[in-house]
């Protein structure tokens, strides 16, 4: 924290603030951050008649950091009209966890603050890979592609080395007109739990039936139960 130059990064961002548009609030905003290869980069609020698209001085900031060779922004200067340290709005904190992390330092008036204490439980790529990584989303193969959300994946139970599987294949409606007539679309490979299998399926098509050992059919697709399967699949 003693290493950076708070005094520079506050007057670049004063400077840059002089250059905001903002026609319609009147609040210039600039900010100056350090990236971790010692450059500065800066950014000011730019304004819009649909005031949904403002964008943000520290969306210029993270702009200007991927647009000048990358790296992790360290520690940022928000400054207001006045030049006083204002606070990075709650859309512009997760943009500046996404580019500096928890430590990244943010100047307060009080003195700088890590982004770990201006944004407790943060969601980053972390949460996003404890999900895809460990269940990756079912991919639809690019020849396929125009049949998603037509046809019916069908579930059924299996044996492999005498062990129950769960295995699924996609067929075509017996009424589509694309082709000569129905057939199957997509072989499904095999799964210890059915949950993966009607999830495979649903990938493919929001219709997805389960016929399990005795041959009872039971809905797993999206919304009611059609009237020729009234019952819903419920995993034991």
């Known amino acids: 924290m003693s290493d950076i130059d708070w005094k520079r990064l506050r007057a670049a961002a004063t400077e840059v603030m002089r250059h905001a548009y903002v026609p319609y609030s009147h609040f210039p905003v600039g900010a100056a951050a350090l990236v971790d290869d010692g450059r500065v980069v800066v950014g000011c609020n730019v304004e819009n008649a649909g005031y949904g698209v403002t964008l943000c001085a520290e969306c210029g900031v993270v702009s200007a950091l991927h647009a000048t060779g990358g790296g992790r922004l360290v520690a940022m200067s928000c400054v207001d009209a006045t030049g006083e340290p204002l606070m990075p709005c709650g859309r512009c904190r997760q943009l500046l966890w996404e580019n500096g992390g928890p430590e990244c330092l943010v100047e307060s008036r009080t003195g700088p603050l890590r982004m770990a204490e201006l944004l407790p439980h943060a969601f980053d790529v972390a949460d996003i890979e404890a999900v895809v990584g460990e269940n990756p989303v079912p991919v639809v193969p690019d020849r396929l592609a125009a049949w998603r959300g037509r046809g019916t994946v069908f579930v ?81």
């Open 156 to 236: 059924h139970p299996d044996l492999s080395a005498g062990q129950q599987i769960w295995t699924a294949y996609w067929e075509r409606s017996a009424g589509d007109t694309d082709e000569a007539g129905p057939g199957v679309l997509e072989e499904g490979p095999s799964w210890g739990d059915p949950a993966e299998a009607i999830t495979w399926g649903l990938a493919r098509t929001p219709r997805v039936v389960v016929v399990d050992a005795e041959g009872t059919i039971f809905w797993a697709g999206e919304g009611e139960p059609p009237l020729e399967i009234p019952a819903r699949w419920a995993a034991s």
